[in-house]
């Protein structure tokens, strides 16, 4: 079992810049597969970035490829996702996931364990 905390969420400007983090507690990422989601008002969970921890691979949504970074930390047991260039269309509860099989991939099913979620809201 794995609990998800994710912090850095807020309020920014259009052009911005946040760092989310996501922390584990429980057990350690090492093996798993690490994703980040989305979900604006009205609208379904979109995904956005994920990590294979033991490998390193790091795959994108096409919509923020190019702005957006996945990292993850062993030390400190965290994924981090940076977030550069911010659009108001990247307005959404952002959550983090984690899967104990090491799935890194778009499908939120394939997750096991979710955060609670931080709010990310970009202004124009």
């Known amino acids: 079992q794995v609990q998800l905390v994710e912090s850095g969420g807020g309020l920014v400007q259009a052009g911005g810049s946040l760092r989310l983090s996501c922390a584990a507690s429980?057990?350690?990422?090492?093996?798993?597969?690490v994703g980040w989601f989305r979900q604006a008002p009205g609208k379904g969970r979109e995904f956005v970035a994920a990590i294979s921890w033991s490998g390193g691979s790091t795959y994108y949504a096409s919509s923020v490829k190019g702005r957006f970074t996945i990292s993850g930390a062993n030390a400190k047991n965290t994924v981090y996702l940076q977030m550069n260039n911010l659009k108001p269309e990247d307005t959404a509860v952002y959550y983090c996931?984690?899967?104990?099989?090491?799935?890194?991939?778009?499908?939120?099913?394939?997750?096991?364990?979710w955060g609670q979620g931080t709010r990310v809201t970009v202004s124009s």
């Open positions: 429980g057990r350690t990422f090492s093996s798993y597969g």
């Open positions: 996931a984690a899967d104990d099989v090491g799935y890194s991939g778009p499908d939120y099913r394939e997750y096991d364990y």
